[in-house]
């Protein structure tokens, strides 16, 4: 599930994808963020970060710093390379962003 949110204004997320039967594959991973972030940024959403749960698959797949994150991968030049990328601490209630 991918949730839009407003930095500015204090409103409830909105989801904006569901993938149907994912099943954590990092590549398909890659693949749906990339297309996601092409087509909002298509219609003028700005994407300030990426936030996301502690799972390896995604560190792997959003981190702005790895080399193979979709951020590097990508040839389409609408996607930004710094990009960063926040987890979610479920202990502290808080977002962290991730070490470069």
């Known amino acids: 599930m991918i949730n839009l949110c407003n930095s500015i204004k204090k409103t409830y997320p909105i989801i904006i994808h569901l993938e149907d039967n994912f099943r ?10 990339r297309d996601l972030c092409i087509k909002l940024i298509s219609q003028n959403i700005i994407i300030c970060g990426i936030v996301s749960d502690n ?22 030049p609408i996607i930004p390379l710094n990009m960063p990328h926040l987890k979610w601490n479920p202990i502290q209630s808080q977002v962290d962003m991730v070490s470069q």
């Open 55 to 76: 799972f390896p698959v995604q560190e792997k797949a959003y981190n702005h710093a790895f080399p193979s994150s979709f951020q590097f991968e990508s040839t389409d």
């Open 24 to 33: 954590g594959d990092y590549e398909k991973l890659k693949k749906v963020m």
